[in-house]
């Protein structure tokens, strides 16, 4: 293999003089895997494009400090696997590895592949069933995601459900503690409603769906489609009034408090009465935050993945009619972001409007599982119930 067996072209297609990272020679691991590192000396607003170096793509990995990254193909050939795509910008220090060899190391050696594609299955297993720290009964279906941190009930025949607490953990449902068992009821004339959970150390978005409501658009977003996610340029979220009444994809109201929104079922809204935190789930991918500031507004901090970064304000005016606009470009994970505004002395104060736009087209497949509760003690006594949510 030569020196040039990994390109990397930086968007625009410019040819870089200078580029901000280090590209680290391959090197061979166990069982004939290479990998390459590149790390970014500053940061960096474009996006890269990384030659496949595999016979196939399916055997190409790729790495953003430390953590896979799901990426896109173009170019592909029929004898060229083409480029793997992503999406920046890229902070200082940020590391993208990327590896590869196994599974095209026995195409190319024409070895015998039952071993290594078992292998390979194995590795991709999902988990048949997520474990709560709290039960459930009388729904008809519990699933969870791993990646958003969502249990989805639909309750039974009844049309509720109830929520119990673990002796191990305890629960509490939107801040208030549980002591026995708590109703989940959906709203008449909502498809989605959720409440947050916080059971030991852990912390759950449950959303209940209502079984007698269905979406009327078919074809409109659902956060519990097989496949969620966005086009390059679509515009996700939008707060505050617009001049043509516009709103996001995502959401059905203009402003609402944390939750599920009651017909496409993303969650979103305002984390406090005040509007100083607002929250949204989105999908993993390359996104434009667009805020119109709130008076006294003087920074803004994102937080996403457990990242947090953040924004000044630009010190002139940006649109046409003397408006400040801050503009944020940014690499999201699949998850709730949640955005914070502060003043110059640090406190808290209104975000403003904003708009969220996807930048490069997003896809989630779903990884909604059953749930298994914990296991059962001896109960002879039906459970009390506590007031349900009004």
């Not at 020196?3 to 691991?29: C, K, Q, S």
């Not at 955005?339 to 996807?358: M, P, Q, S, Y």
């Amino acid at each position: 293999m030569g020196e040039n067996i990994l390109y990397i072209d930086a968007v625009p297609t410019a040819e870089v003089t200078n580029p901000p990272y280090t590209a680290m020679p391959f090197n061979e691991g166990e069982d004939g895997v290479e990998a390459f590192n590149v790390r970014f000396d500053s940061g960096f607003e474009g996006d890269l494009s990384v030659k496949i170096c595999s016979l196939m793509a399916e055997d190409f990995y790729v790495y953003i400090d430390g953590e896979e990254y799901s990426y896109a193909v173009r170019g592909a050939k029929q004898t060229d696997p083409g480029y793997a795509m992503i999406a920046g910008p890229f902070d200082e220090n940020t590391v993208i590895t990327c590896k590869w060899g196994r599974v095209s190391a026995g195409v190319y050696m024409q070895e015998d592949m039952e071993n290594v594609a078992r292998e390979k299955e194995d590795k991709d297993i999902t988990p048949k069933t997520a474990q709560l720290p709290f039960y459930i009964r009388g729904a008809s279906k519990v699933l969870v995601s791993r990646a958003f941190g969502i249990v989805l009930v639909e309750p039974g025949e009844e049309g509720t459900a109830l929520l119990e607490p673990c002796p191990e953990t305890g629960l509490r449902v939107d801040g208030e503690d549980v002591e026995t068992a708590y109703e989940l009821q959906p709203f008449p004339e909502d498809i989605y409603k959720s409440i947050e959970i916080n059971a030991g150390d852990d912390a759950y978005h449950l959303v209940i769906k209502n079984p007698q409501k269905t979406n009327d658009n078919e074809q409109g977003p659902d956060a519990f489609m097989n496949v969620t996610g966005s086009f390059a340029g679509e515009l996700c979220y939008r707060t505050g009034d617009a001049e043509d009444d516009t709103k996001g994809t995502y959401h059905t109201t203009c402003d609402r408090k944390f939750g599920a929104d009651p017909v496409t079922g993303y969650i979103w809204g305002r984390v406090d009465e005040e509007g100083k935190c607002l929250a949204f789930q989105v999908e993993e991918g390359l996104y434009g935050i667009n805020i119109v500031p709130a008076e006294g507004a003087a920074t803004y901090t994102v937080l996403s993945g457990g990242k947090e970064k953040k924004y000044g304000l630009p010190d002139e005016s940006q649109n046409d009619d003397g408006t400040t606009v801050l503009n944020i470009r940014i690499r999201l994970g699949n998850g709730i972001v949640y955005i914070k505004c502060f003043d110059k002395d640090g406190c808290g104060c209104a975000v403003g409007k904003l708009e969220i736009r996807t930048l490069s087209t997003t896809a989630h497949a779903s990884d909604y599982v059953p749930a298994a509760m914990p296991d059962e003690n001896t109960q002879t006594e039906e459970p009390l119930m506590a007031p349900a949510e009004k």
